[in-house]
Structures are given as C-alpha cells and as structure tokens.
C-alpha cells in the first residue's frame, strides 16, 4: 500500500510517518508540505490513501479535497 500524508507542520507529518511506518512495515509513505506538492505526490506515487491537513494555508477548507477528487 501506498500513503501520501500532505500537511504544512513537518512536525506533524513525520510523527504520523513514524506510527503508520511501525504499524505498517510494508507501506510506502510519502510526504507532502502544501497543496502544489501534494498534486506533485498524487501524480508521481499514485497513492491508495492520502492523510490530509484540511487547514493547509492557501487552501480554502475543503477546496483542497475537491481539486484532489476532481483529478
């Protein structure tokens, strides 16, 4: 399986990384710090899951979550 975890605290992203690493050995995790690398991400990894901060800034809400859907 194949994970993205898109958020801007690197803090954050890597802790998530490390649990989800130790629960799921086998995983590829990928990292994404904002909105346009998250894109990058999805197109380069084509992840099965994306864990993603909904409060990233220059993103309205949910408008990230409906560009994602609409690719």
């Known amino acids: ?3 993205l975890i898109a ?3 690197a803090l954050a992203r ?3 990384a ?3 690493g130790e629960f799921y050995p086998d995983c590829a995790i990928s ?3 904002d909105l346009d690398s998250t894109f990058e991400r999805i197109e ?7 864990l993603l901060d909904l ?3 220059g993103m309205d809400r949910f408008e990230g979550l ?3 859907l609409e690719r």
Do not use: F
């Not at 380069?44 to 994306?50: E, G, I, Q």
């Open 44 to 50: 380069a990894d084509r992840p099965d899951v994306v």
């Open 1 to 3: 399986m194949r994970i």
């Open 31 to 33: 990292e994404a710090h």
């Open 18 to 20: 490390m649990m989800l």
């Open 14 to 16: 890597a802790g998530l």
């Open 7 to 9: 958020d801007d605290h």
């Open 55 to 57: 409060a990233m800034p």
């Open 66 to 68: 409906s560009r994602l």
